[in-house]
Nanobody, 120 residues
């Protein structure tokens, strides 16, 4: 079992910045990767950025150059620095943990979500 607790959402003007943080607890040793997804009203949940335990990262094309994902030294936290925010970044952002069992199967754990609103 893995528990994820997010923080850092809020309201920001276009062009502004926000930093989201997610802390994992529980059976963290089998977490392969952590990341952030978002879901806007009427749209499917989509990957924003992810980082593996080895440090490899992946970003959605829409956020490349604006968002940066990072993990803490203990690898139990993951942050998303969001710069140059646009109204289209408005969504509920969810922290994700990609958990791998010894059998090779995987399971996705999710945080409760945090609202990010970009508006003037």
């Amino acid at each position: 079992q893995v528990q994820l607790v997010e923080s850092g959402g809020g309201l920001v003007q276009p062009g502004g910045s926000l930093r989201l943080s997610c802390a994992a607890s529980g059976s963290i040793f089998s977490i392969y990767a952590m990341g952030w997804y978002r879901q806007a009203p009427g749209k499917q949940r989509e990957l924003v950025a992810a980082i593996t335990s080895g440090g490899s990262t992946v970003y959605a094309d829409s956020v490349k150059g604006r968002f940066t994902i990072s993990r803490g030294n203990s690898k139990t936290t993951v942050d998303l620095q969001m710069n140059s925010l646009k109204p289209e970044d408005t969504a509920v952002y969810y922290c994700n943990a990609d958990y791998r069992y010894t059998s090779g199967s995987k399971y996705d754990y999710w945080g409760q979500g945090t609202q990010v609103t970009v508006s003037s």
